[in-house]
Each structure stands twice: as C-alpha cells, then as structure tokens.
C-alpha cells in the first residue's frame, strides 16, 4: 500500500489561553475510495475545512490527491473549533504530496479562503503566546493578524496573504521578512488627550468622588437626574487611569482577540478597555457564554478596564445579580459538560441610574411624577448584596446655570491623572490596590487613629452598615489618605468614606 504521512503544528483557544494542536496527514491508497476523513474531534467548522482547503489548493495550481486523505487533529481528545486550522492543514496535505519541505519550524494558523487567500481569525495572539512557550520561533499567520501577535518577544511573525506565500516562506526562507513590534504609545496619548475632565463643567464633588475611585480602584455608582452629566464624567475616567503595564496590555489584547472585537491590523492595547453594553444585553453577552465554545463577554473585554452600565435599574435583574461573582473573584467561570474555562474580568465598575422612573425625585427644580410605589419598585431592581459590594454611592445634582456658563475651569484630566499615580505608587509598594486588600490584611494596612475609630463606629452603629460594607470603607478611607499623602487614616477620611456609603442609606434606606 502506497502511503505518505506528513506533520504540522497548530494551536488551539481555549478561554484566553492556547494549546498546541498537532495536524497530521495521510494520504494512501484505498482501492476505489476517494474520501477525505477528518478525526480529532472537530466541530463543524473544522469538518466543512474539507471542502474549502480542497478549493484552496486546486485554484493555487497546486492540486489535490487522487486518494483517499485522513487528517488527525491531536491530541484526540480535545474538541477542535473554528477555521484555524485551514492553514495548517492545507500545508499538510501539501508536505504528504511532496510540494512542501518541512514545516517543523513554524506554527500555523490561518483561514482559507476558496481562491487560496487567507482571512483572520481569532486568537491569533493567543495562538502566539503559546507558540513561545513551546519553544516555536516561527508563527505564520494572515496579514490582518500580524500586528497583534508579532508583540510576543522571540518569536518570528509572518503575516502572509495567501496558500501560495506560505508555502514560498517554507520552502525558501528568507524571501519574506518577519513584522516588526508595533508601537502602542501612540494609541495611549491620542485617548488621554480625546476626552478630558476640565470639559465639565461644575461637580466638583462628583470628580472628586471618581478621583477617590480611580486612584484605588473603587467601583462607583451616581445617581442624579437625567442630563446632569452622568455618562459624561463616566466616559473620562478610563483617561485618569494608570497607564497599562506590559503584562495588562498583553492579557487584555487577548481578550479582545479570542472575542473577535480587536480592531483590523491592531497590535498591543495602549489603552484601558471602556464597555458600556446596553439594559437589553443577555446574561451570556455580559458574563460570557455561547452555544460551543464558550467566547468572553462584556465584564472580561473590560478587564484592566472600565464597564460602565448606564441607566442601572433598566438591565434585568438576573443579570444584574450576575456581576456579583467577578466583583469578587475578578474572573468568569464558565462550565460547560466537556470544559470549564476561566475569563479574567478584573474591572472598575461604574454604574450610573436616576433616582426615580421619571428621573426628578428630589429635585428642587422639576417636580417627580412618580408614585412612592413606583419608586421603591425603581430601586428595588438593585438589590442590597450588589450595592454592598460597589464602593462609592454618589449624588449627580443637574448643574446650576451659573457653573455652566462659569470661565473657570477645574481641575483636567491630567492633574487628577497625576495624584491618581501617586497614590497607586504606594499602593504598589504595600503589594495590593486598596480595592483588592484582601480581609486579613485590612487592619494591616487600614490602621485608624483614636479619632478615626471613634468616627467609624458612630457610623456604623447608626447607620447599620453589614461587614462587608465596613470593609469598603476602611479600604476607600485608606484610598482617601494616600491621596493626601497621609499613613495614618484619619477621622476626616474616614467621614469622607462614610459619605460615600450614605446615599444608598437615603434612597434605599
């Protein structure tokens, strides 16, 4: 019997992570049979890349075996999914009918177009990050995914636009050269300078609280009528953020590659995610899910970043209760009947809502048409476990005339920016931000002094706060003296923290 066996290396995703994939091709005789089989198990994506590699090859001029062809996807029992594999699988075939040299060099991955073209996948950074840890130096992929994976040091990235420039990289290396690292620096400056805080006008408290929360990585709900400017100091937060390490960047590239969102010939994130889904979103599109393999949803393309949800009491109530587990685990687990996989989902949660229905409960200028019913009914869609666990509670009043038209401008971006850093600097160097202090080290590192004591417990008594809530407000006052530059916590910290957990008390209460 006449046979010809030839291997390739590919990977697959699975969460955010790769996993080397074998590709393995035997084309024999077998009599009258002409089939092709495709074992390992794939899906169903894998099973249709018969037909489209065989299109492939025969309109690249190269041909396809007059017999029967068996490709192995191993390991075995791993379930294979998604168009990756067409690249490697095409570069198989052709090494079994001896039009390819080796490919023990490179990790492929790639899909196929019918006219031999290569279109992007997702993952491809993923796909890379592994190829590194296997000790691969070579990792062909499509040109449009190039950028994002040729950020992984040591590692040889081909960008190639078609079957036939992959097999020319084979056999004649050299004639393509690998892509340099892009540069994310740009991308960073270009967001701090697009939206600024010394744009809005008046809420000083308001910015002050967000500065509270960025510089210890505090979640945050505003409440206040509609256009007092919400969304609008919502959606400068992300600038006043520290920069993202290296580490940060490549994790949330990752992310955002495996989900597919990451922009055309993109490289490195320079800058920190900023979701904000709509009410209708499913439990699925937050959390993460899907038929298959399950893909990240909106709390882990946030990670490193800001999620925020705005008009709060509008998304159904079972999603809402779903945030819970990533506020406190900073991740997603996902269990399906054959796998279970991670997401990371390490956000600051900034969640915005009016007061009432008609949104002028407690204004002093609009009068509320609301129904004392209809109003606890509006609120009680926020359950008591989730407030507990977002840090600041802050009233957004609507702005009065005379700050709107005021020359005077607040404090910018870049100021807040730079007491944001500071304060982090010292977290830094206690080992956690003061968001995630774990409880056997609050007292640690949250010391108060007599009078702080004595403030913190008058709170407390009066106002009923649960443990996990004393917890939150040692961790924000621990936040508020760093920003002064203070080791010890003082009472004047402590009543700012206190204030911030007060508003629940007056709509909720």
């Known amino acids: 019997m006449d046979m010809s066996l030839f291997r390739t290396r590919s990977a697959a995703v699975f969460g955010i992570e790769g996993r080397p994939v074998d590709?393995?091709?035997d084309i024999y005789h077998a009599g009258m049979i002409r089939e092709v089989v495709v074992v390992g198990m794939p899906d169903t994506a894998v099973k249709e890349s018969r037909e489209r590699i065989k299109s492939a090859l025969m309109n690249s001029g190269f041909g396809f075996p007059n017999k029967s062809v068996t490709i192995n996807l191993a390991p075995a029992n791993v379930r294979k999914e998604g168009a990756g594999f067409d690249l490697p699988v095409a570069m198989a075939i052709l090494g079994a009918m001896g039009a390819v040299c080796g490919c023990g060099d490179h990790l492929l991955a790639g899909e196929l177009s019918l006219d031999g073209g290569l279109r992007p996948i997702r993952g491809a950074l993923s796909i890379a990050v592994c190829a590194q840890r296997q000790g691969i130096k070579s990792l062909i992929v499509p040109r449009e995914n190039a950028a994002e994976a040729a950020v992984v040091e040591g590692l040889s990235v081909y960008g190639?636009?078609?079957?036939?420039?992959?097999?020319?990289?084979?056999?004649?290396?050299?004639?393509f050269a690998p892509l340099a690292p892009t540069n994310c620096e740009a991308a960073r400056l270009a967001q701090e300078a697009a939206l600024d805080f010394i744009d809005v006008r008046g809420q000083a408290a308001t910015k002050r609280a967000l500065e509270v929360a960025a510089a210890g990585g505090h979640n945050v709900l505003m409440v206040g009528p509609p256009g007092s400017g919400k969304t609008m100091l919502a959606k400068r937060l992300a600038g006043i953020l520290p920069p993202l390490s290296f580490a940060e960047a490549l994790e949330t590239t990752q992310v955002h590659s495996v989900a597919g969102v990451l922009a055309?010939?993109?490289g490195l994130m320079g800058t920190r995610p900023f979701r904000s889904p709509h009410h209708t979103i499913s439990d699925a599109g937050l959390l993460g899910g899907g038929p298959n393999m399950p893909r990240p949803g909106?709390?882990?393309l946030a990670h490193h970043g800001v999620l925020f949800l705005d008009e709060l009491p509008e998304f159904p109530r079972n999603v809402l209760e779903l945030l819970r587990q990533p506020l406190e685990e900073r991740s997603v687990t996902i269990a399906r009947a054959q796998m279970t996989l991670s997401f990371p989902a390490n956000f600051m949660?900034?969640?915005?809502?009016n007061p009432c229905k008609c949104g002028f409960h407690g204004d002093p200028t609009r009068e509320c048409r609301c129904t004392g019913t209809q109003i606890s009914q509006y609120l009680g869609k926020i359950s008591g476990p989730l407030l507990d666990r977002i840090d600041l509670h802050v009233?957004?009043?609507?702005?009065?005339?005379?700050e709107l038209r005021t020359k005077a401008a607040g404090a910018s971006s870049a100021q807040m920016r730079e007491r944001v850093l500071a304060a982090r600097e010292l977290q830094s160097a206690r080992g956690f931000i003061n968001a995630e202090i774990p409880s056997s080290q609050i007292r640690r590192i949250c010391p108060l002094d007599d009078s702080g004591e004595r403030t913190l417990e008058l709170a407390v008594r009066r106002m009923g706060f649960s443990a996990r809530a004393h917890d939150r407000i040692l961790k924000v006052a621990r936040t508020?003296?760093?920003?002064?530059?203070?080791?010890?916590?003082a009472a004047k910290h402590v009543a700012e923290a206190v204030?911030?957990?007060?508003l629940d008390r007056s709509y909720w209460g």
């Open 298 to 300: 909106e709390v882990s």
């Open 23 to 25: 590709i393995e091709v």
């Open 264 to 266: 055309k010939g993109a």
């Open 499 to 502: 204030q911030y957990r007060s």
């Open 160 to 175: 190639l636009s078609s079957l036939a420039e992959a097999v020319a990289l084979v056999n004649k290396p050299g004639v």
């Open 349 to 353: 949660l900034v969640a915005a809502m």
């Open 395 to 402: 009233e957004v009043p609507a702005v009065p005339f005379q």
């Open 480 to 489: 508020i003296a760093d920003l002064a530059k203070s080791e010890d916590i």
